[in-house]
Nanobody
C-alpha cells in the first residue's frame, strides 16, 4: 500500500514557472517508478514524465525542454519543475507510483493538484 500526496499547484501567468512535489508513504520500498500525469477538463489523462528508481527518465514530447522531473529516493519524493508554462498546460496534475511486490505490479495515484496558466 502506497499513499501519494501532491502539492505546489496554483495560478501562474504564461511564461511562468511552478514546482510540483509528490511525497509517498506506506510501503515505499516497493516503488519502482514515479511519475506525473495530467488531465484537462473534457480530456483524457496523459503522461507528463516518469522516473525509475535507477534514474531513467521519460518525457512526453510536448513537455521536453520545458518540464524537468527529478526524484529523491531517500525522501520518497518526486518533483516536476515546470518552466515556460502555456495556457494549454492548465490541468489537474496527478502523481503516480508503480510498485512491485513479488511478481505483482500495482499503480497508485495521488489526489491531484490544480495548475492554471492564465493572465
Amino acid at each position: 500500500q502506497v499513499q501519494l500526496v501532491e502539492s505546489g499547484g496554483g495560478l501562474v501567468q504564461p511564461g511562468g514557472s511552478l514546482r510540483l512535489s509528490c511525497t509517498a508513504s506506506g510501503n515505499t520500498f516497493t516503488i519502482k517508478t514515479m511519475g506525473w500525469y495530467r488531465q484537462a477538463p473534457g480530456k483524457e489523462r496523459e503522461l507528463v514524465a516518469a522516473a525509475t528508481s535507477e534514474g531513467s527518465i521519460m518525457y512526453a514530447d510536448s513537455m521536453k525542454g520545458r518540464f524537468t522531473i527529478s526524484r529523491d529516493n531517500a525522501k520518497n519524493t518526486v518533483y516536476l519543475q515546470m518552466n515556460s508554462l502555456k495556457p494549454e498546460d492548465t490541468a489537474d496534475y496527478y502523481c503516480n507510483a508503480r510498485t512491485r511486490w513479488g511478481s505483482a505490479d500495482f499503480r497508485f495515484w495521488g489526489q491531484g493538484t490544480q495548475v492554471t496558466v492564465s493572465s
